[in-house]
């Protein structure tokens, strides 16, 4: 039986606009409800050097050069979106069941992406989202308590990080 009901998508781009930017870095973590990792995925889109160049640009990415280069570098070895796409609709397809719930911190910005760049496996995914960044305006606003999370702005790193932030925030509800 399928356990996975919880796809943390963390997307690495080249910027924040889906109808400018692309998706350089995809990294997936299927989890059952207790946060309990069942599989992960990772992989690099190959982007136009030319778009990279023009679109990772200014405050941002001064402020995260060392994330920056990273992606640029790894760059080379990555792969059409299309594929990329495949190949994360099976890993769905191998952890999931009906439901699939996609989570993560600002997951409404990913999905953006996915939308407009992966529509086949936006169709498999639940229109409910659990969205770690709620939790943290309520928590930093009304309870002024923060949690702090390394911000690498690596895919991988950014949902281990994600998901350590939400029992953070559930360890109040005991």
Same mark, same amino acid.
Do not use: C
């Given at each position: 039986?399928?356990?996975?009901?919880?796809?943390?998508?963390?997307?690495?781009?080249?910027?924040?606009?889906?109808? %400018?930017?692309?998706? &350089?870095?995809?990294?997936? /973590?299927?989890? $059952?409800? =207790? *946060?309990? !990792?069942?599989?992960?995925?990772?992989?690099?889109?190959?982007?136009?050097?030319?778009?990279?160049?023009?679109?990772?640009?200014?405050?941002?990415?001064?402020?995260?050069?060392?994330?920056?280069?990273?992606?640029?570098?790894?760059?080379?070895?990555?792969?059409?979106?299309?594929?990329?796409?495949?190949e994360l609709i099976?890993?769905?397809?191998?952890?999931?069941? %009906?439901?699939?719930? &996609?989570?993560?911190?600002? /997951?409404?910005? $990913?999905? =953006? *992406?996915? !939308?407009?760049?992966?529509?086949q496996l936006n169709?498999?995914?639940?229109?409910?989202?659990?969205?770690?960044?709620?939790?943290?305006?309520?928590?930093?606003?009304?309870?002024?308590?923060?949690?702090?999370?390394?911000?690498?702005?690596?895919?991988?790193?950014?949902?281990?990080?994600?998901?350590?932030?939400?029992?953070?925030?559930?360890?109040?509800?005991?």
């Amino acid at each position: 039986m399928k356990k996975a009901k919880l796809l943390w998508i963390d997307l690495e781009m080249t910027g924040l606009d889906p109808n %400018k930017d692309k998706i &350089l870095e995809v990294a997936a /973590i299927a989890t $059952d409800m =207790k *946060f309990e !990792e069942i599989a992960r995925f990772e992989a690099v889109v190959k982007v136009d050097e030319a778009l990279m160049k023009e679109r990772m640009v200014g405050k941002f990415w001064e402020e995260n050069s060392k994330s920056r280069d990273a992606l640029i570098s790894q760059n080379v070895s990555g792969r059409p979106v299309a594929e990329v796409e495949k190949e994360l609709i099976k890993f769905v397809e191998d952890n999931f069941g %009906k439901e699939i719930y &996609l989570a993560g911190n600002s /997951i409404h910005q $990913d999905r =953006k *992406f996915i !939308e407009r760049e992966m529509p086949q496996l936006n169709q498999l995914l639940h229109y409910r989202m659990l969205d770690v960044s709620a939790w943290k305006i309520y928590f930093e606003n009304a309870l002024n308590k923060k949690f702090i999370k390394p911000e690498n702005h690596r895919a991988l790193d950014d949902i281990i990080g994600s998901i350590e932030e939400l029992k953070w925030y559930l360890t109040f509800l005991k």
